[in-house]
C-alpha cells in the first residue's frame, strides 16, 4: 500500500487532464473523423490541368492528313493572315451542334484571310466513329468547307493544349496565338447567343488590337486518349 498515494496522484492528474480538453486520443481521433466526414461529403472539384499553348505564344505548324488523303500544314496557306483552328470531332453532341456555325464561319472569313482547320484529335480505336472513314463520311454529309485533319498519334493536341470537342485556337500570320476556348456563349441555341467569341477576336486582330477575351474557357467532350499505365521494371 506504500504506493497507494502514488496511484491517487497519478489517477488525479488524469481526470485533470481530461477534464481541461488535454485527453489526445478522443479528440484527435474525432477530429480526424469529422476532417474525414467533410471530405466525404464536400462536392469533388475537378481542375481540367491545360498544359501547352498560352496567349502570345507561338503555335507548332503539323503536318496531317486530310480526309482527301492529302498532307496538310499551316505552311501550305501562303495568303494567310491567321487560322481558326478547331479541335473537333465527329462523335461528340457539343461538336455536332457546333457544325454549321464551323462551316459559317469559315465561309465568312476564308476569303478574308482567316481560314478554318479542323483536327480530329481523339483516339480512333476508343472512339472508332471518329475514324478515318467516318471522318470522310461526315465531311461529305455535312458538306464541310474546310479541311478535316486526322491527328495520327495524339502528336498535335498536346502541343496545342485542347482538352475538348470543340476547342478553338485563333493564330495570327506568324501563328501567334491570339485567342484560346470557346465559339460562343451558346453551344445550345446559336439563336441565342450573345458573345460571339471567336468571331470578336478576329474583328480585334483586323484592328490591330488584342482581343478581349483573349481566352475563354472552352466547352465539349473531353478529348479521348488511352490511360497511360506505369512501366513494370
Known sequence: ?????????????????????????????????????????????????????????????????????KMLSLSDYDDAKGYIIVFTCNHCPYAVMYEDRIIALDKKYKDAGYPVVAIMPNDTELRPEDGFGPMQE????????????????????PQYGATRTPHVFVLDKARKVTYIGAIDDNHEDEAAVQVKYLENAIAAMEQGKQPDPSFTKAVGCTIKTKKKTASKM
Open 138 to 157: 461526315r465531311a461529305k454529309d455535312k458538306g464541310f468547307t474546310f479541311p478535316y485533319l486526322l491527328d495520327e498519334g495524339q502528336k498535335v493536341y
Open 1 to 69: 500500500m506504500k504506493n497507494l498515494p502514488s496511484l491517487i496522484l497519478v489517477f488525479a492528474l488524469g481526470l485533470s487532464l481530461t477534464h481541461f480538453g488535454c485527453s489526445p486520443k478522443p479528440q484527435d481521433n474525432d477530429a480526424k473523423t469529422a476532417v474525414k466526414t467533410v471530405e466525404k461529403e464536400a462536392p469533388e472539384k475537378k481542375v481540367e490541368k491545360t498544359l501547352g499553348l498560352k496567349v502570345g505564344d507561338i503555335a507548332p505548324d503539323f503536318n496531317l492528313k486530310n480526309i482527301d488523303g
